[in-house]
DNA sequence: TCGATAGAATTACGTTGTAAATTTATGACG
DNA sequence: CGTCATAAATTTACAACGTAATTCTATCGA
């Protein structure tokens, strides 16, 4: 019998190359990478990346849910971090999301990509996806077991939410200008949820 | 002497041009779409378009800027008709902006696309995208005049930019489930601003 | 009528993603 | 200990792409 790869090899390879292709990514922005040059980054011929990811998409879609779930650790490590008091481990979840964005935003801009079609095609990428998000609204719901907040801890995670992506997208779409930037309107929008303090899905 | 082209024929023809290329990226998506098929759709030959384009890139930025103006056409019609009163107007501005974007969600998505790496290299691009959000703080600064605002009308007018693209682009990134949508999201954020009334940048 | 020439079409080329065919290397068995 | 079936890797091949270079076409001043 031939030499058979087993389930590790697999995944180490798959390692190995989203590696690869997330630098070159960064460097060269996400269309201008070829498989070739993925495959010549690892030293293996053009179709040998074939054998591990259906198709690009398929590189693309490990790629995008590698950079969330490095998300997702940002910020359950800023949630397990100890902290003087729940206002702090509030802001420190908030910081580690911005600071992720700010210090990674090849990564960020594709995690939210919005161009891959069918994204539901790729399971992986969507529990990615879902494992960053719920480290907010876990926070939400420790506070609220704590007694310090009492509402819909899902509504008002995704508030928390929009209010960073917002800011952040409009600046790494390239369309703020100084003295405004992400940080400032992101200060300006937590302000005013924390004083507003919205609790449950305000009608329209 | 051959024929010639007035300024004319080259504007309409750009503009045929971009009316195809947007359909056909609203119809396949935009990295599906070839200038082979863009031609074709106009009856002229593959290389046709490059006598009134400079390549493919020139050809998505100017259908970028496009939907920037419209985008811009339909905030000004907002904020230009009769209102009963600058809340009712506030809300109408608002409500444009997101009813252009969930019913146009691909050339609301080609609008803020981060991919197109040196948009300094597109003026017309630029320009449209500042007509578009110059009618937020254009507004804001109506409300100034008539003494019903005091602060920093292009803070605050980036303030409610951003918490309505946050959940905008939340939604188109297909990341909030039934039953949070954009629309729930705005309304908590726009709320909790108009609640805390935030006026200028508060320091982090 | 005719020829110079702007604009359109055709041809051509290097590169891409990937299907198909081929080569290589492994380890159980006669 | 060689041999062979076969998984994995490579090589080859091809259609389609963006676009440079070339050729064709239709117009208008002479």
Redesign the interface.
């Known amino acids: 019998m031939p030499k058979i790869l087993t389930p590790d090899d697999v995944e180490q390879f798959r390692e190995r190359l989203c590696d690869a292709a997330e630098h070159l990514f960064a460097q060269h ?3 201008a990478v070829t498989i070739r040059q993925i495959a010549s980054a690892l030293g293996v011929s053009t179709m040998t990346p074939y054998r591990y990811f259906k198709d690009k998409d398929a590189i693309l879609a490990a790629v995008r849910a590698r950079a969330f779930d490095r998300h997702a650790e940002a910020l359950e490590n800023a949630r397990a971090a100890p902290a003087p008091d729940p206002e702090a481990r509030s802001n420190a979840i908030g910081a580690a999301y911005v600071r992720f964005a700010l210090e990674n935003p090849e990564a960020y ?1 594709l995690m ?4 891959q ?1 069918s ?1 539901g095609d790729y399971p992986d990428f969507v529990r990615a ?1 879902e494992r960053s ?1 719920a480290t907010m609204t876990a926070h939400l719901e420790d506070l609220a077991a704590e007694g310090l907040f009492a509402g819909d801890a ?2 008002v995670g ?2 928390y ?7 952040i ?2 600046q ?5 200008r100084p ?2 930037d992400a ?3 992101i ?3 937590t ?3 924390a ?2 303090n ?1 609790t449950q ?4």
Chains 1, 2 share one sequence.
């Open positions: 922005g996400t269309d801009k939210f990509d919005v161009r079609p994204e996806a998000h899902d509504y995704h508030l939410w929009a209010a960073l992506h917002g800011p997208m409009l790494l779409s390239g369309l703020l003295p405004l940080q400032t309107l200060a300006g929008l302000a005013a949820l004083k507003a919205i899905p305000v009608s329209a």
